[in-house]
């Protein structure tokens, strides 16, 4: 519980109409996307760094947990404040800085929505790639505290290969500046790169500046449907065989076939076992000819369906059904697990038996949607989060789930990061020593663990 005279120096700071302690803001900011758990005992809305630094020197000094906010959408449980204090919402830093096409960067603040972004940088034929499917709502400092990827990252990479810069606030109030607007810098460490997937334990960010990329000339879509789990894995091998490098390769399975056909009715076979949606982009002639060798590929491996788009407009058609793939989860059943698990792409057939196997084990409905080309795959459990029973057995499938991800060579996380969710899985996937490591890093920043406290370090 804060003290009255904390929360009076809290307000100061940024001034009455921005410092909240009613019941109803502390609730509505003390959840994400993954869970609930705990409460804030205050929510600020801070809008100048200056202002970060002042609050959190006083947090410091009275250790007071601090947990930032972007959009509280992210999937692991980052931005709930479970040993309460304050929460720094930074939504209302929301301004693009700077957009300079020359020089390939943008420099934002944290508050700043993703999709703002992107409509501003394509005015100037821009884009930055990092492109979660929650890009209309979350912002980019919470993009860069979960190192956020999505379906274009298989060929441009995800948000930590296009942070140049940061401005961040550390616990003790002193403001850093990491990394310049240079495309090429390799001045010694490369803190900002640790900022990446560090959800908000290391300090807050307050500006990013951003490596940004010319928009491709052309841009195709495909849509290949398969009877058969077997052929579509081997499509997705054929393809990078052959050299192309898709700018996106989604794969659905039969679960999610049905899901949308349930709700959307496309047109999907709803005994296919796997669909893949491809994006290429490019220069016109290479996108045209990289499609030809798609569309051959796909027969060859006996697809029984393929659809190809010739305009944007049929691009946008092909992709609706995966779009909505997370809204419709969430119509099924009250609660919706959506997991991150990551292999190598040789073993991406592998995980999706394993997962179904697993299923059937433990009686429960997992789908699976992913990210095929790179293996980051999103096993989605529909369950019931006060169903005690059944919660029971979907903590053992995770776990199962996570432990045939690292046997078949993988990892935790493909881009939803640690946060609650996956904190117990850490030892099994990165061990003591390496553990050790991360905790001396973040006390090296932070010697009171108040920048949230009790997720994944
Ligand atoms: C429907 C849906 C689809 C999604 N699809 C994807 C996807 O395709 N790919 C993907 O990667 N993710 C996806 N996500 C997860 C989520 O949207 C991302 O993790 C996103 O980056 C979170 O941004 P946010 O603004 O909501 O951050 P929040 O959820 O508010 O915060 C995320 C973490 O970052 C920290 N943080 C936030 N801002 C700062 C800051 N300025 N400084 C320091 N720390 C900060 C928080 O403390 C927290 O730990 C999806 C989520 C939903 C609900």
């Known amino acids: 519980m804060l003290s009255q005279k904390t929360k009076s120096a809290f307000s100061k700071i940024v001034g009455s109409e921005r410092f909240h302690d009613d019941l109803a803001t502390l609730s509505s900011h003390s959840y994400d996307s993954y869970s609930t758990g705990g409460r804030a005992d205050a929510v600020v809305f801070p809008k100048s760094t200056v202002e970060i630094s002042k609050l959190l020197e006083i947090a410091n000094q009275e250790a007071v947990p601090v947990t930032t906010r972007g959009a509280g959408t992210n999937l692991s449980g980052g931005s709930v404040p479970i040993n309460g204090g304050l929460v720094l919402c930074l939504t209302q830093m929301n301004r693009i800085l700077k957009i300079a096409p020359k020089d ?4 934002a603040q944290p508050g700043v929505v993703n999709e703002e972004l992107q409509i501003a ?14 890009y209309t709502v979350s912002t980019i400092g919470g993009n ?29 109030g002193k403001i850093v500046r990491l990394g310049s607007a240079n495309v090429k810098d390799v001045t010694g460490y490369r803190p900002a790169g640790i ?10 960010i307050t500006e990013a500046t951003l490596k940004i990329i010319p928009i491709p000339k052309a841009k195709r879509t495909a849509m290949l449907v398969y009877q058969n789990l077997n052929d579509t894995a081997q499509t997705v091998a054929d393809i990078i065989g052959e050299g192309i490098l898709p700018a996106a390769m989604e794969l659905m399975d039969n679960g999610i076939i049905n899901l949308i056909e349930d709700y959307m009715n496309i047109g999907l076979p709803r005994t296919a076992e796997g669909v893949l949606l491809i994006d290429l982009d490019g220069m016109p002639e290479m996108v045209q000819k990289e499609m030809e060798l798609v569309e051959r590929i796909g027969w060859q491996n006996k697809a029984i369906q393929i659809s190809l788009a010739k305009n944007s407009q049929e691009c946008d058609e092909l992709w609706k059904g995966r779009r909505a793939v997370y809204g419709l989860l969430n119509k099924v059943s009250p609660t919706v697990l959506v997991e991150d698990a990551t292999v190598p792409v040789s073993k991406v057939p592998d995980m999706i038996r394993g997962c179904r196997k ?17 293996g980051n795959l999103h096993p989605s459990i529909n369950t019931d989060a006060r169903d005690k029973e059944k ?6 499938a995770v776990r199962k789930i996570f432990s045939l991800a690292l046997d078949l ?29 991360l905790k001396m890093l973040k006390r090296s920043v932070d010697p009171l663990n108040i920048l949230n406290p009790g997720k994944f370090v």
């Open 121 to 134: 940088l394509g005015k100037n034929g821009f884009f930055f790639p990092p492109d979660p499917s929650s």
């Open 144 to 172: 860069i505290a979960e190192n956020a990827g999505g379906p274009r990252c298989l060929k441009y990479g995800v948000t930590s290969d296009y942070v140049l810069g940061l401005e961040a606030v550390l616990a003790s």
């Open 391 to 396: 919660m029971q057995r979907v903590d053992l």
């Open 358 to 374: 697993i299923a059937e084990e433990f009686r429960l409905k997992i789908s699976i949607v992913g990210h095929a080309g790179d």
């Open 195 to 204: 900022f990446c997937g560090s959800e908000g334990t290391l300090g807050i």
């Open 409 to 437: 060579g993988g990892c935790l996380s493909g881009e939803h990061g640690i946060g609650l969710g996956k904190k117990a899985f850490l030892p099994m996937a990165l061990g003591d020593d390496t553990i050790d490591f």
């Open 104 to 107: 390939r960067y943008a420099v």
